[in-house]
Each structure stands twice: as structure tokens, then as C-alpha cells.
């Protein structure tokens, strides 16, 4: 469920609470006198109201935290595999960039630049290169300021080379881990600081009981 469904069905819960809250002023009004039908009738509204009420709350912290805090991901692609799986729902922490940038290493999700022609839709890669990191690909390793990776997260080694690149400051060179199958930095360039939506941190379905420390994201 998107942000904008769950305003709009907070929006319309808030209607229906108002239109009940008017209709009880009514029958105040009409039953002023009749202490007895007054209660049986607040009373036959008081579960509903309570349920309206705590429903909306919910809703209304729900949107707080998808905006400001921890946003539910599903992942449509293999470009992170064997990291994330196809199907895999991740959360993802819109909070913590506040505070900091992105670190090399970090799972990020973000805004492609135009350039990706992505539609509308948010990527999520790993960050290779911050501002300043010279990046390249070579013999099918990744090469960051002239030393070769250690990359254990990567599906398999990288068909071709990349030519050596600069990473502006306030950007960052984001790869997928399935690096034969993934579109991304050396494809459409860097991301920009402000494109950035946050850091991928848990996956929280499919579970692994026996092996949840597994699915938390390094």
C-alpha cells in the first residue's frame, strides 16, 4: 500500500468518524430528555467509535514512520542477487541519511537519475564510491582508488570493463551485486546526494527462523 492509499483511507475513516460525531450531537439534542434512550443510543456507538479511533491512529503513525522513518520495499528484480532475492519485502530507513551520507558498502535505496529512464521507480544498489573515489572495472574485479575489491557479496565476476571514472563530492557509484545483470552507475552515471530515499537495513520476509541474523543487511 502506497503512502497516498493509506491518507486517503485515513481521510475517509476521519469523514465517517466526523459524520458520526455530528449524528450523536443530534441526538443529544432530540433525546435531551430521555436519559435512558440517550445511553442505549451513545452506547450502541461506542464500539465503533473506539474502533474508528484507534484505526485512524494507527494510520496516522503508520504514514509518520513510512515518510519520515522506516518504508516497506519489495524487491521486482535479480540486479541484487544472491544479497536480495526476487520477491524478497526489505525495510529501509529513510532517517538515518539525515544524520550522515551513505558509507561504501551500504545497501541504499534511491531515485535513479533521468538518465536511467526508470519510470517513476525507486533502484536500490550497493554504494561502491562516495564523492572523491576514483572507480573502474578491470579483468572482472571493481577497482576503487587503484585497489581491487573484496566483493564475497557478488553473484559471479563482471563481463567487460568499466573505464576509470571520478565520483563528484555529494555523489555516489552504485552497483548491483548481480553485477552482469544489474543496470546502474556504469550505465547511467552517479546519484546524487538528494535522490537518496535510505538505507536498506533488514529483510523481513521470506523469514528464516533458524537464520534471521542472516537476513540482516551488511
Known amino acids: ?79 541484487m542477487e544472491p544479497t536480495l532475492k526476487i520477491r524478497d519485502f526489505i525495510l529501509v530507513n529513510k532517517f538515518i541519511y539525515r544524520f550522515h551520507p551513505p558509507s561504501r558498502g551500504d545497501i541504499m535505496v534511491f531515485i535513479p537519475p533521468a538518465e536511467a529512464h526508470a519510470d517513476g521507480k525507486d533502484y536500490i544498489k550497493r554504494v561502491i564510491g562516495v564523492g572523491g573515489d576514483t572507480i573502474k572495472v578491470e579483468h572482472g574485479k571493481v577497482y576503487r582508488n587503484g585497489e581491487a575489491l573484496n566483493e564475497p557479496y557478488v553473484a559471479e565476476s563482471i563481463y567487460g570493463d568499466f573505464p576509470e571514472v571520478k565520483v563528484p563530492d555529494g555523489c555516489f557509484f552504485a552497483m548491483g551485486d548481480n553485477r552482469n545483470n544489474s543496470e546502474d552507475s556504469r550505465f547511467w552515471g552517479v546519484v546524487p546526494r538528494k535522490n537518496i530515499v535510505g538505507k536498506a537495513f533488514v529483510i523481513f520476509w521470506p523469514l528464516l527462523p533458524n537464520n534471521f541474523r542472516a537476513r540482516v543487511l551488511r
Open 1 to 79: 500500500m502506497s503512502p497516498y492509499q493509506l491518507g486517503a483511507i485515513i481521510v475517509v475513516l476521519a469523514v465517517i468518524r466526523g459524520l458520526i460525531y455530528l449524528r450523536q450531537r443530534s441526538q443529544k439534542l432530540k433525546l435531551a430528555d430521555q436519559p435512558e434512550a440517550l445511553a442505549r443510543f451513545d452506547g450502541k456507538l461506542k464500539g465503533l467509535n473506539e474502533t474508528l479511533d484507534s484505526i485512524i491512529i494507527a494510520g496516522v503513525t503508520a504514514l509518520l514512520l513510512i515518510n519520515f522513518v522506516v518504508q516497506t520495499f519489495y524487491i521486482p528484480s535479480s540486479s
